[in-house]
T-cell receptor, first 116, second 112 residues
Framework: GENVEQHPSTLSVQEGDSAVIKCTYS??????FPWYKQELGKRPQLIID?????GEKKDQRIAVTLNKTAKHFSLHITETQPEDSAVYFC???????????????FGTGTLLAVQP | SQTIHQWPATLVQPVGSPLSLECTVE??????LYWYRQAAGRGLQLLFY??????ISSEVPQNLSASRPQDRQFILSSKKLLLSDSGFYLC???????????FGQGTRLTVV
């Protein structure tokens, strides 16, 4: 079945440094790749997403890259701040194309700790 | 945008007791609905998803079941809870043509 692997499981960086989280997916029909941020005790919230027709997307300090050939995508956070500390999840789905249900398969999460 | 209501927020249940968690959606019609479980505060495991009333797909064999009696209502149930059913349960919704998933606040279930 579909599977998404995520690394690392924990990541500690100093404030101002960059953080990179990587994911690989198994379903070659996946075409939608969102990233969610979950603060302690709260619900996951979408922070950025990318579709298979682009290789990179950026939103201020956050960027995501996609390599469809290798079936992996990455989240890059620059100039990290203490409020970036949270669990980050990658996910993959087939979107709504061809009647698919947009079933999101999540990675196992990365606990990011930004040290002041 | 849509709003997901999920309750209760916390629940402590004895082993062998029944379970019913409810999720309702506002701000959209005919959503795709999902139940996820998050064990040990980390990975999100997809349990069930539904594309319409009465249509349920199960992702993993388990002690739980799901039902969708109305378009914007999704229920997670169990006849007899096991200790291993403990976890953080999240309901989610996506709209057709829009791939962003919105989550409910979650239910922290502790089976004792």
């Amino acid at each position: 079945g579909e599977n998404v692997e995520q690394h690392p499981s924990t990541l500690s960086v100093q404030e101002g440094d960059s953080a990179v989280i990587k994911c690989t997916y198994s379903d070659s029909a996946s075409n939608y790749f969102p990233w969610y941020k979950q603060e302690l005790g709260k619900r996951p919230q979408l922070i950025i997403d990318i579709r298979s027709n682009v290789g990179e997307k950026k939103d201020q300090r956050i960027a995501v890259t996609l390599n469809k050939t290798a079936k992996h995508f990455s989240l890059h956070i620059t100039e990290t701040q203490p409020e970036d500390s949270a669990v980050y999840f990658c996910a993959a789905s087939r979107g709504n194309y061809g009647g698919a249900t947009n079933k999101l398969i999540f990675g196992t999460g990365t606990l990011l700790a930004v040290q002041p | 945008s849509q709003t997901i209501h999920q309750w209760p927020a916390t629940l402590v249940q004895p082993v062998g007791s029944p379970l019913s968690l409810e999720c309702t959606v506002e701000g959209t019609s005919n959503p795709n609905l999902y139940w996820y479980r998050q064990a040990a505060g980390r990975g999100l495991q997809l349990l069930f998803y539904s594309v319409g009333i009465g249509q349920i797909s199960s992702e993993v064999p388990q002690n739980l079941s799901a039902s969708r009696p109305q378009d914007r209502q999704f229920i997670l149930s169990s006849k007899k809870l096991l200790l291993s059913d403990s976890g953080f349960y999240l309901c989610a919704s996506t709209m057709w043509g829009n791939t962003e998933a919105f989550f409910g606040q979650g239910t922290r279930l502790t089976v004792v």
